[in-house]
């Protein structure tokens, strides 16, 4: 039988042994059956026997040291994983994170435990089951929610993708994990814009590029002032190549309806993400958005051109309807959520775009007119 004594010889040898004899017998058998390759059922029925027999005589520091080398098998039952659970003890983590596989029923078994930090671990592996990742969005853990959102073996979609998009409004590190990932709808991301870095702020923008959107509440007050959009555009570009930011906060509030706390972020960004998603909303275009967007952000010379054609393409291929739509979701009056519907999903991919319509952006006459009025910003500057 599995490359050791026959399991009468083992029965004998408890009975008329001591703890020494048991301590080394379990370590013995457990190597044995980790350095055997793949058991016949009959025999991981014998072992199982042997071993729940050995465990409970053994000293714990042995009980510990068969757990870690039963461990390393490839072919463990949910009977002998449960028995390495049980005695490993500081080795847990580890033992969730490393072995080859685990069983269903295991890991059903620890999400029902409701320990976070060992359900973290397995949230994280590859072959979780689908029972038992049903079981894990059940728990109210920040530890396990940022294990799933960066888990690239699960697939985000339906309530998974409702659970993590509403984690990722209460934790910035579930967010960040959510913005990495290809598969994940960055929109829905809208609501934790302000915790996210600046490229992942640009990914939120950008997904809602060549998209419909449910209409915004927010759309009343927007026809309102657009009637004087020239006025504010030039209301903002003073404020902001003046450096007065205290007071375009107060004009951002007055206009949003948004919080001067919230106000002050987007006057303060100097990324220019959060800015465009107000100037966009109010209608600007690139031409009038652009001149703002000069004064507002704060990159190097040699980054501001580039800078420059992002923000041109977002203004072509953004909508007004799409940002007023962010900007109300910031004012929690949307359901960020029925973009998943068929009918919101964005005709094209962010990213997409060939080369050649990228060449088209970088000659916008926008573009060049404005990055020669930064250039001529620059001279005075320097002068």
Known sequence: ?????????????????????????????CDAFARRGKPHAIEVEQFEALAKRLFPTASRNSRMKAAATLGRSEFLSPKLEQLVIENIEDDLLSYLEEAPTLSEQTMI???????????????????????????????????????????????????????????????????????????????????????????????????????????????????????????????????????????????????????????????????????????????????????VLIHATAHEDEDRSESLKLFARLFQDVSSDAMAFLLSAWRGEVNLLDLAKPKYRPFAQAGSRSKAAENQVSRDPDVVQAVQALERIGARRAG
């Not at 903002?236 to 002050?264: S, Y």
């Not at 987007?266 to 009038?288: C, K, P, Q, T, Y």
């Open 109 to 291: 078994g620890i999400a029902s435990t409701a320990d976070t930090r060992v359900c973290a671990v397995v949230a994280a592996r590859g072959d979780i089951s689908n029972v038992a990742l049903a079981k894990l969005f059940q728990l109210n853990s920040r530890r396990v929610y940022r294990a799933l959102a960066s888990n690239m073996s699960i697939r985000p979609k339906g309530p998974y993708l409702n659970a993590l998009a509403r984690s990722a409004q209460m934790d910035h590190k579930v967010a960040w994990s959510l913005a990495a990932r290809s598969d994940f709808d960055t929109a829905l991301l809208a609501p934790a814009f302000f915790d996210l870095k600046e490229g992942d702020r640009l990914k939120v923008i950008e997904a809602f590029a060549l998209r419909k959107t449910p209409d915004a509440p927010i759309k009343r007050t927007i026809e309102q002032v657009s009637v004087a959009k020239d006025e504010l555009s030039r209301a903002l570009m003073k404020l902001f190549m003046e450096n007065r930011r205290p007071e375009a906060t107060r004009l951002l509030a007055q206009i949003t309806g948004l919080d001067e706390v919230r106000c002050g972020q987007i006057a303060h960004d100097v990324s220019g993400a959060a800015l465009f998603v107000v100037l966009r909303a109010f209608g600007l275009n690139g031409h009038e958005g652009l001149k």
């Open 1 to 29: 039988m599995i490359g050791f004594q026959p399991y009468e010889t083992f029965q004998l040898l408890i009975e008329t042994g001591g703890t020494d004899r048991a301590n080394t017998l379990l370590v013995a058998a």
